[in-house]
């Protein structure tokens, strides 16, 4: 039998993204969220190495001067606030059975086994639902 290389499932950026917890795997609104946070925290990244080029270039505001700590408070609250709705988000479903359509939040309690949400279109199946907001469930309390 000829031996094949392995071959990778993934792209770079999708492992990196499964790593981060933003993959597709997860509900839209806790993918949502994560994007956020991770957007978030690389603005700040470049925000910060850009502020202390232009001060050590002379050009920009020195390090220690109020608007910047404005900013990072401002970054600081965006990170808080993207936590807390990826968390509200698992409240939700979990008040709803964890039967919220992973897509666009309907409740699916009051509909068949299986079948597509009225809302979206996306088809689904109650346990299938259910695994996937209690995996998001478990994946934010690893955070």
């Keep these: 039998m000829p031996h094949t290389p392995h071959q990778p499932d993934a792209s770079r950026l999708q492992r990196v993204a499964r ?11 806790i993918r949502n969220a994560k994007l ?21 270039l002379g050009v920009g505001p020195a390090p220690g001067n109020a608007p910047m700590y404005a900013y990072f408070i401002l970054i600081v609250l965006t990170a808080i606030f ?26 699916l309690r009051a509909l068949g086994e299986k079948g597509t949400c009225p809302e979206c279109g996306r088809a689904y199946e109650h346990d299938a639902v259910r695994a996937q907001w209690l995996d998001a469930e478990r994946r934010l309390k690893g955070d």
């Design 36 to 56: 956020g946070y991770v957007v978030t925290l690389t603005v700040a990244v470049i925000a910060l190495l850009a502020i202390f080029a232009l001060a050590w």
């Design 19 to 29: 790593t981060l917890y933003i993959d597709s795997g997860l509900p839209a609104p």
């Design 82 to 107: 993207c936590h807390y709705l990826s968390k509200r988000a698992l409240r939700h479903a979990a008040a709803a059975d964890h039967l919220l359509c992973p897509e666009c939040t309907y409740d």
